[in-house]
């Protein structure tokens, strides 16, 4: 094992475009500090969520495994008890990992109570905190209904009642709410997106998250992996002066959607522009009270990043710190005629992701573009890299991006990346009359071509983007394209094969086993004499027989 002599900073933005930064090539959004780190690590142009829901998404990216494997398919849906985290790696690596901010993590607390774990021990902690060990956890997601609040914890809550907000529930009528007529304008309604939120700017979620990094900062004992996991620019769509009139109308860029998707559109797409969410954003006055807010949402986020890039550089830990800026899945906004992110066109399952590497061996890619093919998943085998461990092949299933972060390519990268979803919970479900087994989907694209596979009997989906990069003719049930619908069914295929379930049995382990030396345990299958063992073995066989009282006696 080497030694470590580097800290990770890993940065998570819930729900931002990959499309909606200025290094990205957005024409008027302003990210001046997410850009300043793209100048000196590598951008990465081809990133994709395993999943386009929060919690999905994030139990890849906190496991290193796609959700087939761990299992947590959905929000809420528990990650189960024992699944390996990236805590659980780094820590065996010798590496710290911390939690500031969000995970949509649900405690398996059926499984711990079956195996006796306690809560509130270390142990029991992790399990019920995806393997960190919580600095502050906030998902950020404080609604309030006749069955009570939506999240017991409440941190950010505590914060605004100790700045004398008032009422049950502050980060309802306050970070997520303006004013019109001296009467809450709540951000749950997007016709008040183009409202001030009604708080003071420094006060809202995405500075206070902001002040509890630099408090982990000022205190950590290396090495150290700290995953600072923003709220926003989840909605609800509004935001602090002076980010709320940041951008207008003419910020804009044009929706992305034609009159043509909405022709015999498949099934399951069609069951999606259905919804409510979807019909709302394809309004047009919703598009221009919504976009801009988000936008400003987005700039709030990248000053605060800002914050924390400028307290390294000045305590020096920039000089150690890898730094990882990236989102678990994107927004529609309206784009394809859809709202949120449940499908699989790149404004939804295309995910920024920008990564500084401060070691000498990342010079030659600083303010690089790199567009292979990387999964969220390859964060868990590049953390443990960067800790000194060795990656459990048997266990994580994404690769280490370090090859690629120092210029040295392998041969052998992938070819295709994978995206999974479960809308089993959704009314698409019993509207196209599927079981819950069968509501599944499973996107499977490489450079040139996308395909969606849905259970239950459909044709698939499929996006030929190197005529179509913009996702806007679906040819899936062309004749022309049969050869590629079939070689992206073997590929998939293929990693539906993959081996995901051998977990407590390491690749070097099994090597040794299956080696032509020594037979350690003494048991011989199929051998006829003692020339056909290894010399040890047999001089454990031919000895004299042990003196013994014999047959009777």
């Not at 998404?57 to 947590?72: D, I, L």
């Not at 000498?360 to 573009?369: C, I, K, L, Q």
């Not at 049995?505 to 290894?534: A, K, Y």
């Amino acid at each position: 094992m080497k030694t470590n002599t580097q800290n990770i900073l890993f940065v998570m933005f819930d729900q931002l475009r990959f499309d909606y930064l200025g290094c990205y090539g957005h024409p008027s959004i302003k990210t001046p500090n997410i850009d300043r780190l793209a100048k000196k690590g590598v951008r990465f142009t081809h990133a994709y969520a395993q999943s386009t829901i929060c919690g999905a998404s994030r139990m890849s990216f906190y496991t290193g495994r796609y959700v087939g494997s761990h299992g947590a398919a959905w929000n809420d849906f528990p990650l189960r008890v024992g699944e390996w985290t990236m805590g659980d790696h780094l820590r065996k690596a010798g590496m710290g990992c911390y939690l500031v901010g969000k995970t949509h993590m649900r405690v398996d607390a059926e499984g711990m109570a079956r195996l006796g774990l306690a809560p509130d021990s270390e142990i029991g902690a992790r399990q019920a905190e995806c393997g960190f060990d919580v600095i502050v956890r906030e998902d950020g997601l404080v609604g309030q209904g006749p069955d009570g609040f939506y999240s017991d914890q409440q941190p950010y809550n505590e914060y605004l009642r100790s700045r004398g907000y008032g009422g049950e529930n502050p980060w309802a009528d306050f970070a997520n709410a303006g004013e019109e007529d001296g009467m809450t304008a709540s951000g749950w309604f997007m016709r008040h997106a183009d409202k001030p939120a009604n708080i003071a700017e420094e006060d809202s979620e995405t500075p206070w998250l902001t002040q509890q990094a630099i408090g982990f900062l000022d205190n950590a004992q290396g090495p150290w992996c700290a995953h600072v996991s923003y709220i926003k620019p989840h909605w609800p769509y509004i935001v602090p002066a002076p980010y709320h009139d940041m951008y207008g109308a003419e910020d804009v860029i044009p929706v992305l959607r034609s009159e043509d998707e909405r022709k015999d559109p498949h099934p399951l797409y069609a069951a999606f522009m259905e919804s409510g969410i979807a019909e709302t954003f394809s309004r047009d006055e919703v598009r221009e009270k919504v976009v801009p807010a988000y936008m400003g949402l987005i700039s709030q986020c990248d000053t605060e990043l800002g914050r924390i890039l400028d307290h390294l550089d000045k305590t020096g830990q920039a000089e150690n710190t890898l730094i990882v800026v990236t989102s678990d899945h994107g927004d529609y906004l309206g784009d394809h005629w859809l709202g949120e992110k449940d499908m699989f066109h790149d404004v939804s399952v295309r995910v920024p992701m920008i990564i500084y590497d401060p070691s000498p061996e990342a010079d030659t890619t600083r303010g690089t573009v790199c567009d292979a093919l990387v999964e969220a998943i390859d964060l868990t085998p590049t953390f443990i890299d960067i800790a000194g461990g060795t990656v459990p092949g048997h266990i994580v299933e994404g690769k280490s991006l370090l090859p690629l972060l120092h210029g040295t390519p392998p041969e052998d990268w992938r070819d295709y990346v994978i995206s999974e979803y479960s809308f089993a919970q959704l009314p698409m479900r019993k509207a196209l009359g599927l079981s819950q087994r069968d509501a599944r989907m499973c996107m499977i694209a490489s450079h040139d071509f996308k395909m969606i596979h849905v259970e239950g009997g459909f044709r698939p989906m499929l996006f030929d983007l190197r005529k179509d990069p913009q996702e806007l003719e679906d040819v899936g049930d062309r004749p022309e394209y049969a050869e590629i619908i079939d070689t992206l069914y073997q590929k998939l295929a293929v990693w539906a094969r993959r081996d995901a379930q051998r977990l407590t049995m390491s690749d070097e382990e099994v090597e040794r086993r299956s080696g032509d030396g020594p037979l350690p345990n003494g048991i011989l299958v199929g051998v006829f004499d003692e020339g056909d063992v290894p010399d040890i073995n047999r001089d454990y066989y031919l000895r004299k027989v042990p003196e013994h009282p014999g047959p009777g006696k």
